[in-house]
């Protein structure tokens, strides 16, 4: 018989052992079981330095009958909507829209950020949550989308930055990033917005990322709003072209 290395077996019974400790991630919950529509989650996490992260969760009516898996958009609040009160990040966007009626081919996650925080450190907090709900529902994760406003713009182009693989399409309205890290999104779909008379977040901070994207090789789309200040996003958001450009672009691998 062929001689057993010890040590081997001592290092595979310690990785069964450990494995066995460990704790279950979250679980698929059944089509059936899915509560639909709109409503307040909570997110415990280690992730953020608060512990936890609260969020909106909406799930369209007819989500048990889909044959396939559904598309997921992670919408960013701006600061004003920052915690507590989880209603105020109904205020604008996409949770705003739902409140008032408006349904959506889509899963989308509306977080809301910890108090005193802000989107670009959160990123551990977001995907986080993301790993959440892709595990828990059906979801194409081919066809994940991102969007945010003023700081959730900010967010925008942080969380994609740091997972440049993960988003079909990213949507940042008003914000600002870093233009020499945005190589590493040049092969991401995006469309950028904003005001033109913006006093808060200056034009200039996302006319910077787009110039950077295109000396990178691509080929985003950008909406300036002459007329606009601060609030680039309403008329985004209520534009239909604006989604089914987002929810026709698929990632790529």
């Not at 959160?122 to 949550?129: F, I, M, Q, R």
């Not at 959730?152 to 930055?161: K, M, R």
């Amino acid at each position: 018989m062929p001689r057993i290395n010890r040590r081997l077996l001592v290092g595979v019974a310690c990785l069964l052992a450990v494995a066995a400790g460990a704790p279950a991630g979250p679980k698929r919950v059944p089509p059936a079981e899915v509560k639909t529509g709109q409503y307040a989650q909570v997110l415990e996490t280690e992730a953020t330095n608060v512990g936890r992260i609260e969020y909106w969760l909406y799930i369209p009516a007819d989500y048990a009958k889909a044959k396939g898996p559904w598309p997921l958009v992670l919408f960013l609040h701006g600061l004003g909507e920052r915690a507590p009160e989880i209603e105020k990040v109904k205020k604008h966007g996409p949770p705003k829209l739902i409140a008032r009626g408006k349904p959506f081919p889509f899963i989308c996650i509306s977080p809301q950020c910890p108090a005193k925080s802000w989107w670009p450190t959160e990123t551990k907090a977001l995907v986080a949550l993301l790993d959440e709900i892709e595990a828990k529902y059906n979801v194409d994760k081919d066809r994940v989308y991102l969007t945010g406003l003023s700081m959730g713009g900010f967010g925008t182009w942080a969380l994609a930055l740091d997972q440049p693989r993960r988003f079909a399409a990213i949507a940042p309205i008003c914000g600002k990033g870093d233009p020499g890290k945005v190589a590493r999104i040049k092969h991401v779909p995006t469309w950028v917005f904003h005001g033109a008379k913006d006093q808060t977040v200056p034009l200039k901070a996302s006319e910077e990322m787009v110039e950077a994207l295109k000396a990178a090789g691509a080929t985003p789309k950008f909406t300036v709003y002459p007329d606009a200040g601060h609030n680039s996003w309403t008329a985004t958001y209520s534009n239909p072209d604006f989604w089914k450009w987002l929810l026709a672009q698929r990632r790529k691998k």
